[in-house]
């Protein structure tokens, strides 16, 4: 007996050491996100949704590389809505923390602050939302949304419909700045005339148009005058608003929009930087019919999509992170599109063999990783953006959207202006 106890103990004793062992392996990886300021109220989601895709990869084993099984261990930094903080926190993450792939930024400004310092000490960032293109970096993957997979499919819808004016508003930076500007030049391609494209144009010295449209700072709350010059633009009738503002602001635009009586009926707006997420903060019965363009919404009816809002829902009632809010959640795009990025990490990680950045970016690059999500299937190219279903919805009541177009399988292209110029140069000739 006792040897037969002495044998067990000693069993139990090389078990608890192989534990321990196995808990030792862990991978450190990085959450960069706006946690605080007027981004919070979009990316503290980002957050949840990385921690979520963690602890489930973490559930089922880890990472597996070899006979070795690797755990995530998140890092979370915040930008505070700060961008040359957010480099700031890139360098920590990077330098400090040795992390092997980050996850995070919103705003283009934000990622531009940070892409010096990825380059620099050859990290990996994913970039989950939607945005203006004309860059690619070898140390960014997008698995945003490339203007291609949003704003254009979403004026060609709008011109199927017999929109002939179209009015731009954004917030006054890179994404918007530029996404109006590629949108500007499109709908002169496609017959709309100048005076029908609304919210005005900046030109440089020698004449060129280098912007378009209305811009007003992070944080802007009176839209009194700009819905009222809106209203007067959509007066003769077949006009729509092209809204790229980011964060909060669009809490007050829409509620203008909606005092000034303008409706979707009379003049709709199709948003690229609201989503599920955000509309819990507006009047939503105020703008049903309103329109969204993305690569994922909520209300999809398919099996990957069941199941995922499941295990969320399931994972929100048991998680323990700090700053995780459990009640009136939603799931929106770029949540969808962070967690999309979290497989295709571990996908070609795996592959690789390694954390290995230049290993990681080669599979990456190859086009032979896919992961089948919530939105459908996305495949990492060569030219480090997806293949992805787009979507455009109509908002309902409920802060929900009805589904009422896709484009399947679109591929995200950064450069489109290049292309755009010679084209209408050609049409000029």
């Given at each position: 007996m006792k040897s037969f106890l002495s044998k067990l103990l000693s069993i139990g004793v090389v078990a608890l050491m192989s534990f321990r062992?196995?808990?030792?392996?862990?991978?450190k990886v990085g959450i960069l996100h706006s946690l605080s300021g007027t981004m919070a109220i979009s990316e503290t989601s980002l957050r949840d949704v990385l921690l979520f895709a963690f602890d489930e990869i973490n559930a089922a084993g880890g990472v597996k590389i070899g006979d070795k099984s690797y755990m995530i261990e998140p890092v979370i930094v915040d930008g505070a809505s700060n961008w040359p903080l957010f480099a700031e926190k890139a360098k920590q993450l990077l330098e400090e923390d040795k992390v092997a792939v980050v996850f995070g930024c919103w705003t283009s400004v934000s990622r531009k602050s940070v892409l010096p310092v990825f380059e620099k000490d050859n990290g990996l960032l994913f970039y989950p939302v939607q945005y203006e293109g004309e860059e690619l970096s070898k140390n960014i993957f997008y698995t945003a949304e490339a203007v291609n997979q949003q704003a254009i499919p979403a004026v060609d819808y709008l011109l199927a419909q017999g929109k002939k004016k179209f009015y731009l508003i954004g917030t006054d930076y890179v994404y918007?700045?530029?996404?109006?500007?590629?949108?500007?030049?499109?709908?002169?391609?496609?017959?709309?005339?100048?005076d029908d494209i609304g919210g005005g144009l900046r030109k440089d010295d020698s004449g060129k148009v280098i912007s378009a449209g209305k811009y007003t700072p992070f944080g802007h709350t009176d839209y009194q005058q700009i819905v009222a010059e809106i209203k007067q633009f959509a007066a003769s009738g077949d006009a729509c608003v092209v809204n790229t503002i980011n964060g909060d602001s669009n809490v007050p635009f829409f509620k203008e929009v909606a005092a000034a009586g303008l409706t979707p009926a009379n003049c709709p707006v199709v948003s690229f930087s609201l989503a599920e997420d955000e509309l819990r903060a507006l009047p939503t019965k105020d703008l049903v019919g309103e329109l969204g363009c993305w690569t994922y919404f909520m209300s999809l009816k398919t099996p990957e999509n069941k199941s995922f809002l499941k295990r969320w829902d399931e994972w929100l009632k048991t998680e323990d992170h700090p700053g995780v809010v459990k009640e009136k959640r939603v799931v929106d795009s770029p949540m969808v599109l962070s967690y999309d990025g979290v497989y295709l990490w571990k996908a070609a990680v795996e592959k690789a063999g390694t954390f290995d950045v230049d290993k990681v970016r080669q599979i990456l690059e190859s086009g032979d990783i896919s992961f089948d999500g919530p939105g459908g299937m996305t495949t990492m190219k060569a030219n480090h953006h997806t293949v992805k279903n787009v979507y455009i919805g109509e908002t309902r009541a409920n802060g929900q959207f009805k589904i009422v177009k896709t484009f399947d399988q679109v591929a995200g292209e950064p450069f489109l202006l290049k292309g755009l110029d010679e084209k209408l140069a050609a049409m000029n000739k």
């Open positions: 062992a196995m808990a030792a392996d862990t991978i918007p700045q530029t996404t109006n500007l590629i949108l500007y030049k499109y709908l002169l391609l496609h017959g709309i005339s100048l």
